[in-house]
């Protein structure tokens, strides 16, 4: 019963599906709990732990779990691929990362497992089932191990064999009585390449990572981006595949950029039609806009190796940046404008200080400032032949 449940499953288009017991997971309880002692994750709270850890919690009375993978390139079932804008030939855009490319997976996984869990109820008539994706109360990743899906590489996502870990995981919670299959082995070996890989050291060890630290995570969270990863994010406009580009399990391939004007200047309802259908769009529209001014200063200053020099193109679009009705989009600006430099950054930082009402973007403007003075000073100072003898 259980290879027609696989069989069924592919041909639904998914990538890997196993069977895990529906005991509690002991191991990964333990984990999350030393894992917010050392600040590495959110804290939660007792229950939300044993929700996350507990399938009977999900469902009453729950025997097994059948965890599905889902690959995200479009062209092996992972649904239709975003149509965005790209940059002019040779111009560096923004990075999103894969799983955000095409249609929502939520969605695209979620749509399977109900196709799957009506199959289960053929097979087995009356079972009761539970459909997690992400959103769900389960570790995804705990149950994709422990059904024999893949292992868990160093950076702390699963691989799946033949499919690396560009995969989207989910999984029915049953009552259905299905033999568990056993876990897969390991194939990480010495290779640490992820861990040197990642642009802020958020993997501070194997199996660890700081979500403070983590790229992908900043890139989601509102607000103000800590002014000390904001030149690690690069390019990154939603998520960040660094860890994975780099695993020898993982097909290699190279995804187009995102044109960063075309993003910084993204109406409301523009946005919604061309990010509507993805998982980058969850964040809004403000989130991504205040990425793209960071991956734009950040590749001007790649480009150009004078950062006094800015491209007059890139300067008027973070320039226009200080105008925006949004705080968090003025205050990214204004450090966009303090990383690029030149003139007329300087003027447009000053002109905007003197009418800015908003204290965060206050101070983002005036650190601007003051580094701009610095460098002139400095770039003075060389030009005049001075030193500090
Ligand atoms: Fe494992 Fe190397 Fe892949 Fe990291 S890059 S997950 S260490 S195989």
């Known amino acids: 019963m259980k290879q027609e449940l696989k069989a069924y499953a592919r041909s639904l288009g998914l990538a890997a599906v196993g069977v895990s017991s529906a005991e509690p997971f002991w191991r990964e309880r333990q984990l999350l709990l030393s894992r917010q002692q050392s600040g590495f994750s959110p804290p939660l709270s007792e229950d939300e732990i044993e929700?996350?850890?507990?399938?009977?919690?999900?469902?009453?009375?729950?025997?097994?779990?059948?965890?599905?993978?889902?690959?995200?390139?479009?062209?092996?079932?992972g649904g239709e691929e975003l149509q965005l804008a790209r940059p002019p030939e040779g111009v560096r855009g923004g990075r999103i990362a894969r799983y955000a490319r095409g249609r929502d997976y939520h969605a695209e996984l979620r749509e399977r497992l109900e196709h799957l869990a009506s199959f289960l109820r053929e097979v087995f008539p009356g079972a009761r089932y539970a459909i997690q994706v992400d959103t769900g109360p389960l570790l995804d990743r705990a149950v994709a191990v422990r059904?024999?899906?893949g292992w868990y590489g160093k950076n702390g996502l699963v691989i799946v064999p033949g499919e690396g870990s560009w995969v989207a995981l989910g999984e029915i919670v049953t009552?259905?009585?299905?033999?568990p299959d056993a876990p897969v082995q390991d194939s990480c070996g010495?290779?640490?390449?992820?861990?040197?890989?990642?642009?802020?050291?958020?993997?501070?060890?194997?199996?660890?990572?700081?979500?403070?630290?983590?790229?992908?995570?900043?890139?989601?969270?509102?607000?103000?981006?800590?002014?000390?990863?904001?030149?690690?994010?690069?390019?990154?406009?939603?998520?960040?595949?660094?860890?994975?580009?780099?695993?020898?399990?993982?097909?290699?391939?190279?995804?187009?950029?995102?044109?960063?004007?075309?993003?910084?200047?993204?109406?409301?309802?523009?946005?919604?039609?061309?990010?509507?259908?993805s998982a980058a769009a969850w964040r809004g529209r403000a989130t991504m806009q205040r990425n793209?001014?960071?991956?734009?200063?950040?590749?001007?200053?790649?480009?150009?190796?004078?950062?006094?020099?800015?491209?007059?193109?890139a300067e008027q679009l973070l320039a226009s940046g200080l105008q925006d009705d949004r705080p968090v989009i003025r205050g990214h600006a204004a450090w966009a404008l303090g990383r690029t430099g030149g003139w007329n950054a300087r003027i447009a930082l000053r002109a905007r200080l003197a009418a800015e009402g908003d204290p965060g973007v206050q101070g983002e403007i005036r650190q601007a400032v003051r580094k701009l003075a610095r460098e002139e000073e400095g770039t003075l100072g060389e030009e005049l032949g001075g030193g500090t003898g």
């Not at 507990?54 to 690959?71: D, K, Q």
């Not at 009552?175 to 033999?179: H, K, N, S, T």
């Not at 040197?196 to 981006?225: F, H, N, W």
Request: with cysteine; hydrophobic share 35%; aromatic share 6%.
């Open 51 to 77: 929700r996350r850890c507990t399938p009977e919690r999900s469902l009453p009375g729950a025997r097994s779990i059948l965890a599905a993978a889902l690959s995200y390139f479009t062209d092996r079932g």
């Open 292 to 313: 793209a001014l960071v991956a734009l200063a950040n590749v001007t200053c790649a480009e150009v190796p004078f950062p006094g020099r800015p491209p007059v193109e």
């Open 147 to 149: 059904a024999g899906l």
């Open 175 to 179: 009552d259905a009585p299905l033999e």
């Open 190 to 277: 010495n290779c640490r390449r992820c861990l040197e890989a990642c642009p802020t050291g958020a993997l501070e060890a194997p199996y660890t990572v700081d979500t403070k630290r983590c790229v992908a995570r900043l890139s989601q969270t509102r607000g103000y981006i800590p002014q000390e990863f904001r030149v690690a994010m690069g390019n990154r406009l939603f998520g960040c595949d660094a860890c994975q580009e780099v695993c020898p399990h993982n097909c290699p391939r190279e995804d187009p950029d995102v044109d960063l004007a075309w993003v910084i200047e993204l109406g409301r309802t523009p946005f919604r039609e061309a990010f509507g259908e």
